[in-house]
């Protein structure tokens, strides 16, 4: 879904910052967010980051909440969006506008 999503609506996401926050149990929560950051990367979107991978743990929401690593790493994920989004806005006001790409030229790795 989120393969359609991403490439039929490139527009949609040029240029807006995007943050993977992955929740599980236990494990697994890397992989979904490096996967997650692709769709990020492919629509050049600015990925913002935090002190630590945005993941949390726990079975239930109530068990999310006593996460207090993965807790304060999303505190730190918000303030970090909040911040790329006010420079964003303050570069517009400057004249500063988003870059224009070249498009794109496809090739097979085999010739």
């Not at 996401?13 to 494990?27: E, Q, T, W, Y």
């Not at 990367?41 to 207090?68: C, F, K």
């Not at 964003?88 to 006001?93: H, L, S």
């Amino acid at each position: 879904m989120l393969d359609r999503v991403f490439y039929a609506g490139k527009p949609a996401f040029l240029h807006k910052p995007g943050a993977a926050v992955a929740s599980a149990r236990r494990a697994g929560t890397t992989a979904s967010i490096d996967v997650l950051n692709k769709y990020f990367t492919i629509a050049e979107m600015p990925i913002v980051a935090s002190t630590y991978w945005n993941m949390v743990h726990g079975n239930r929401p109530e068990e999310v909440l006593q996460d207090a690593e993965g807790m304060m790493t999303l505190q730190n994920l918000g303030r970090n969006m909040a911040w790329l989004l006010r420079c964003i806005e303050a570069g517009k006001a400057k004249g500063i506008t988003a870059p224009k790409n070249d498009g794109s030229v496809r090739t097979n790795f085999i010739r």
